[in-house]
Every structure is written in structure tokens, then in C-alpha cells.
């Protein structure tokens, strides 16, 4: 973590020097940006040690504990109200298919071919 912003300080800082040298100012704006990438990085880090450091006692622990679980129950929850829906859809798409291809063998089997004319195919079957 340290080492990320002080790269990002070093090669900012080599950057703008070297900039004025050859008084590049895109190099310059590289810089500038390259050594203001270091703030964000720091705040975060300055924002995670001080909530690692808040001392939390055993009950507001046991809430934040409670509150997880229940939001994590209720997540799960959902999430298998939606597969269940998802799985009943498809059943019922599969159940259709499965209709359909019944009445179509069952038309199929119902076709009369005349003993005294060759067999040449199946006649066009609209859809029922």
C-alpha cells in the first residue's frame, strides 16, 4: 500500500521534471494525474485502518451479526423463490413441446394412404 503511493509520487514527480526539461505538457499532464492518483489510494487506506481500529463491543457485534444473517437468509430466499419460477416456466415450454409433438405423430398416424397409389410422402401439415 505504502509502496503503491510512493511509486505513484516518484513517477509523477519524474514525469513533471522531466516535462519542464523538455517542456512537453502532455508528459506534464501524465504527471500531474500519475501523482494525483496517489490521493485516492491514501484516503482509502487512511479510511480502512481507522474502521479496523473502532473497537465494536460484543451486543453491536452480535447486531451487525444478526442483521447479516437475515439479509443474507432473505437473499437466498429470493433467489430460490426466482429458480423455482424459472424451473416451473420451463417445465410447462417442455410440456407444450411435448403436446404438440403427440397431436402431430397422432395426425401423422391418422393419414390414409390408398392401397393402389405409391407412398410419395407426407401431405403438408399446418400447425394445430
Known amino acids: 500500500m505504502v509502496w503503491q503511493v510512493l511509486s505513484r ?15 512537453a505538457v502532455p508528459v506534464l499532464i501524465c504527471g500531474i494525474i500519475v501523482s494525483g492518483s496517489a490521493v485516492p489510494i491514501t484516503f482509502k487506506a487512511y479510511k480502512r485502518r481507522v474502521l479496523r481500529g473502532a473497537e465494536l463491543d460484543g451486543s453491536d457485534l ?4 444478526e442483521r447479516r444473517l437475515a439479509e443474507f437468509e432473505d437473499h437466498n430466499y429470493q433467489y430460490m423463490n426466482e429458480l423455482e419460477d424459472r424451473t416451473a416456466e ?13 397431436r402431430l405423430l397422432a395426425r401423422r398416424s391418422e393419414l390414409y394412404v390408398p392401397d393402389d397409389k ?4 407426407l401431405p403438408m401439415v399446418t400447425p394445430i
Open 118 to 121: 405409391p407412398f410419395k410422402g
Open 90 to 102: 420451463r417445465l410447462e415450454a417442455v410440456e407444450e413441446r411435448i403436446d404438440y409433438t403427440e
Open 62 to 65: 452480535e447486531r451487525l451479526l
Open 9 to 23: 509520487l516518484l513517477l509523477g514527480g519524474v514525469l513533471i521534471a522531466s516535462a519542464g526539461a523538455y517542456e
